[in-house]
């Protein structure tokens, strides 16, 4: 059991609140089990508890005696998981536990995401809320939901609901790291209805799989040019045109539109099959080759299916050449910020079928305007065809403060009790500081969170070193706030 596994990890508290998030199932826009068992543990320890109208768990502690007029601190992190396994995995994300793994010095869920991002940032909030022996100013704490679906949670935030003047996020993924802004974005949304056509008599039918990549964060891996599984197929697809004919029976990739696509599956009616699993083998060899270094795993097979209908051929020719046709991953880098991307954005879902068609591009950048530029160039390129694309839940950046105070606080507090320099970071993810300074104007904020890789994928893993050392900070930092 999870439980029983991490039950002589340090620091124990933190590690017993994360054991029951891994317990209980809590996928975007499903967190309210999770939410009402938070709810009634701070109400067995006095805590001042409220679910507000969207849905966030808002807490309160009162400072300890003597520290009534230190600052006001929220600290903030969301309650909701990606949701991503692999095709072998029958983990259903509605109703079972995470089952991790202690490796080498890293809790890992093998065959599905964690949920250390965000549930590392929750656990650490719930064991500051009822350490008995940590000195701090009056705390709140903000655990939102609906962060990765769509930041719904902090989008709707009333002004008025807390009272602090600093905000320490708990949602970045490298130790030894402040970070001080992130990427805005919004999404595009495609649909196109279809015609069914029957299936050609006498045509065979194959189901053609692209898998074995690496996925990941579709915002903090999008640099790293790893393989998405739509894009790879679609060009499969079109390259195949001019070997054999073929009829599209559904094209299906991707399950998440923060994550990158790591699995994409086609079904095609043929004449005949002859020599497609050895032009397939060629095609197989070219990607590792285009990959190589990156993505060395990619695989492509094919397997008999069924199917009663196809789509209509010029549905076929409009969706194939658009999505070809469509952006995918860095558009430009920060010309402020070194080695950051700046606008970027991830083809995340394809759901073709005879009858219909949907597609939804995410959209990052530093630059608000940037991002509504990128979202119109889809959006026109999706136009030419008399396709509907729509753009929707934009939500703003986050401006860096280099004069912010909490950072100082942070640094100086990090380079006395580590014994070296922190480094100050601007991140190419969607974090809800933007959302929320937006309705709490001059609130301070710094983000920083403990080393966890592969984010949003299958085999996510966080460091336990480095989770004691983040409790360590966080333990500091509200003492020093607090005067202590």
């Known amino acids: 059991m999870t439980a029983d596994l991490i039950a002589g990890l340090d620091p124990a508290a933190v590690w017993r609140h994360f054991a029951l998030l891994c317990a209980t199932p809590r996928a975007s826009k499903q967190e309210a089990a999770l939410r009402d068992k938070l709810l009634a543990w701070a109400r067995e320890r006095s805590l001042t508890a409220r679910v507000d109208g ?40 509605s109703r079972d536990a995470i089952k991790p793994v202690l ?53 709707g ?30 999404d595009v949304d495609v649909r196109r209805d279809g015609e069914p056509e029957p299936l050609p008599a006498g045509w065979t039918v194959r189901r053609i799989a692209l898998n074995g990549l690496r996925g990941g964060h579709s915002g903090v891996d999008i640099h790293e040019e790893r393989g998405n599984a739509i894009k790879l197929l679609v060009g499969v697809l079109h390259d195949l045109a001019g070997v054999m004919p073929y009829r599209l029976v ?21 004449p005949e099959a002859d020599g497609l699993e050895a032009w397939l083998a060629q095609q197989q060899a070219a990607l590792r080759e285009l ?47 070194a080695g950051v991307v700046e606008t970027s954005n991830n083809l995340g879902i ?6 219909a068609g949907y597609a939804n591009f995410m959209v990052r950048s530093l630059v608000d305007r940037a991002a509504d530029a990128l979202a119109d160039e889809i959006v026109s390129l999706f136009a030419l065809s008399g396709t509907a694309a729509e753009k929707s839940g934009q939500y703003p950046g986050w401006q860096p403060n280099p004069d912010s105070a909490l950072l100082q606080t942070c640094q100086a507090v990090f380079k006395r009790d580590f014994g070296g320099d922190s480094t100050v ?5 969607g974090l809800e500081c933007g959302l929320i300074g937006a309705q709490y104007p001059g609130l301070d904020i710094v983000s920083f969170g403990p080393t966890i890789h592969g984010a949003h994928a299958p085999g996510e893993r966080v460091e336990v070193a480095s989770v004691e050392r983040c409790w360590r900070l966080l333990r500091a930092i509200l003492g020093e706030i607090s005067g202590g």
Request: proline share 4%.
């Open 54 to 93: 969207a849905g966030n768990l808002i807490l309160k502690k009162p400072a300890t005696p003597g520290c009534e007029n230190a600052p006001t601190v929220v600290l903030q992190a969301h309650l909701d998981m990606v949701c991503q396994k692999n095709a072998d995995s029958d983990h259903d994300f």
């Open 103 to 155: 490796r080498d010095g890293w809790l890992i869920a093998e065959k599905t995401t964690l949920g250390a991002d965000n549930g590392i940032g929750v656990a650490l909030i719930l064991a500051a809320l009822e350490d008995e022996t940590l000195r701090h100013g009056p705390l709140e704490a903000l655990l939102t939901i609906d962060e990765e679906a769509g930041m719904g949670g902090a989008r």
């Open 157 to 186: 935030l009333a002004p008025g609901l807390l009272d602090a003047s600093l905000m320490l996020n708990l949602d970045t993924e490298a130790w030894g790291e402040f970070y001080l802004g992130c990427a805005g974005g919004l």
């Open 250 to 270: 559904s094209l299906h990739g991707g399950s998440a539109r923060n994550a990158l696509p790591r699995e994409a599956f086609a079904v095609l009616a043929l």
């Open 291 to 337: 990959l190589r270094g990156v993505d060395d795993g990619i695989a492509l097979s094919a397997q008999a299916a069924t199917a009663d209908a196809v789509m209509a051929g010029a549905e076929q020719f409009t969706w194939l050449a658009s999505l070809h046709a469509a952006p995918h991953g860095v558009k430009r880098f920060s010309r402020q910020v």
């Open 350 to 355: 394809v759901e073709l079928t005879p009858d």
């Open 425 to 429: 970071q601007v991140i190419h993810a």
